[in-house]
């Protein structure tokens, strides 16, 4: 069974993540989007919140699963036994990190893939860092999110937060 990770921070889950996932789910067995605890940067939602989320926003896709991890992505592939991470690309500024990432990834891990989705044009200028200034903003990112994710946004921030 061909089976790959999805890994991101997902502060939130943008029409972008949900197109690369609906299309991975249409190459792999079994596709796990996997939220990761990012000490780096502060997150508009906790970690359950964004799980959860993610679970409604892919409920209709069958072989799509969520979980969440904290610590390096290659000990988490390992112990879900799946040597292939798929992530999405919107332009080529996206480029250099994921070249790094990948490459960091392989060398901690050999037998680790990493697979590189184009982004739809038409999601191509989305960013879960822009839907958070927004949000912050106390704007309105209906044409950004799936429905799911935006009716938590708004019930939560419908003022805005400082
Ligand atoms: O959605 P993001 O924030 O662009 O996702 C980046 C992510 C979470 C995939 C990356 O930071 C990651 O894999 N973090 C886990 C820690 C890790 O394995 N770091 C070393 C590889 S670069």
Redesign the pocket.
């Known amino acids: 069974m061909a089976r790959a990770i999805y890994?991101?921070?997902?502060d939130p889950m943008t029409l972008g993540h949900l197109d690369i996932v609906k299309r991975a789910s249409q190459l792999f067995d079994e596709v796990m989007m996997a939220v990761?605890a990012?000490p780096g940067?502060a997150p508009l939602l906790p970690m359950e919140v964004r799980v959860n989320l993610i679970e409604e926003a892919v409920r209709e896709i069958p072989n799509v699963k969520v979980g969440s991890f904290q610590?390096?992505?290659?000990d988490f592939a390992k112990h879900n036994n799946v040597s292939c991470v798929i992530r999405g690309l919107r332009a080529i500024s996206d480029f250099e990190a994921e070249l790094g990432?990948a490459q960091?990834?392989k060398t901690l891990l050999p037998e680790l893939e990493t697979i590189f989705l184009m982004t739809k044009a038409e999601y191509s200028f989305i960013s879960?860092s822009t839907v958070k200034e927004i949000v912050r903003l106390g704007g309105d990112v209906t044409k950004f999110v799936p429905s799911v994710v935006n009716d938590h946004l708004k019930r939560q921030f419908s003022r805005g937060i400082s």
Do not use: A, D, E
């Open positions: 890994p991101g921070s997902f990761v990012n940067k610590g390096l992505l290659v990432m960091t990834n879960s």
